[in-house]
């Protein structure tokens, strides 16, 4: 198991990365490589080192997108015509 990241550490690996998000070291390189999260290679031989902030403002975005699909989802229960009282009922219990 990887060791925890100090606190004012800026620079992270893949893998305390991956430990952190709960998945896979080539998925942490996969966000890098997409552009969702800030990162470089570094070093001799070069290795991939993540932006520490960038991890946090990738959480963030996650928990927005989760928000707003679950307001989406919850729009989309409202607007059924049964729960307006508008329209017929097809299957009434």
Excluded: C, H
Excluded at 26 to 44: C, F, N, P, W, Y
Excluded at 61 to 81: C, G, I, K, T, V
């Amino acid at each position: 198991m990887p060791e925890s990241p100090e606190a004012g550490a800026r620079l992270l690996t893949p893998a305390q990365v991956a430990e952190m998000l709960q998945i896979a070291v080539d998925e942490v390189v996969t966000l890098v490589i997409d552009g969702r999260l800030r990162g470089m290679k570094a070093g001799s031989p070069a290795r991939w080192r993540i932006d520490a902030g960038s991890v946090a403002v990738y959480l963030d975005d996650q928990a927005e997108d989760a928000r707003r699909m679950a307001l989406w989802r919850e729009s989309n229960a409202a607007s059924f015509p049964e729960l307006w009282g508008r329209g017929a009922v097809r299957n009434p219990d």
